[in-house]
């Protein structure tokens, strides 16, 4: 059973950090590849980055390009999500999600493509 379990949501004020954290079970972990997406308040959920089976990562929102980080432990069983200089607008519940892929497979970051999801963490960037 695929289990994702993602912690490391909290207050914190604009311009400050947060690593998240999705800790993967239950599947072969170097076969998937891992996405992590937000949704705030009335809006829809958006990919942000994600990182295919390979290491191949793509980021899909150009508001969050050089702030935030996606990378995998050395047993990838966690991926994380490194945010910096944190915006009020980056304010939402985070998700990762999984799907497994073949070798080949490029990173993808929409939603559509994840058929295994986590409960979500909320992170407030808030003065």
């Known amino acids: 059973q695929v289990q994702l379990v993602e912690s490391g949501g909290g207050l914190v004020q604009p311009g400050g950090s947060l690593r998240l954290s999705c800790a993967l079970s239950g599947i072969r972990v170097d076969y998937y590849g891992i996405g992590w997406f937000r949704q705030a308040p009335g809006k829809e959920r958006e990919g942000v980055l994600c990182i295919s089976r390979s290491g191949g990562t793509v980021d899909n929102l150009d508001s969050v390009k050089g702030r935030f980080t996606i990378s995998r432990a050395s047993d990838k069983k966690t991926v994380y999500l490194q945010m910096n200089s944190l915006k009020p607008e980056d304010t939402a519940v985070y998700y990762c999600?999984?799907?497994?892929?073949?070798?080949?497979?490029?990173?993808?970051?929409?939603?559509?493509?994840?058929?295994?999801w986590g409960q979500g963490t909320q992170v407030t960037v808030s003065s």
């Open positions: 999600a999984a799907k497994r892929e073949i070798l080949s497979a490029v990173p993808t970051c929409a939603s559509w493509y994840y058929d295994n």
